[in-house]
């Protein structure tokens, strides 16, 4: 029986594409092609269906919401004329 697992990829920045399955616990890998990352992606979930016995928690999928903040930094940390506000992406 197959399954379909929602996989997270994001980019970090030395440049490597970073895997992770929020459905099984401590399922995630790294690699520098997408080709690669999906490769060992498969590998990984297929080796935590093995440790959970096949059995992995349901869940849903809800949806995802990402927005800019603009979010000023606290006068106590900004000296020197250095940049007093940082962007920030969140999801929720």
Known sequence: MAKVFNVII???AEGYYVASVP???GCHTQA???DTLMER???AIE???EVEGEEAPSQ???EIVVESLL???PKRLVSNGAASEVAVATSG
């Open 10 to 12: 994001e980019r970090d």
């Open 23 to 25: 459905e099984l616990h």
């Open 32 to 34: 520098r092609s997408l």
């Open 41 to 43: 992606i498969r590998e």
């Open 47 to 49: 080796l935590c269906l």
């Open 60 to 62: 849903e999928f809800i």
């Open 71 to 73: 979010i000023p930094y």
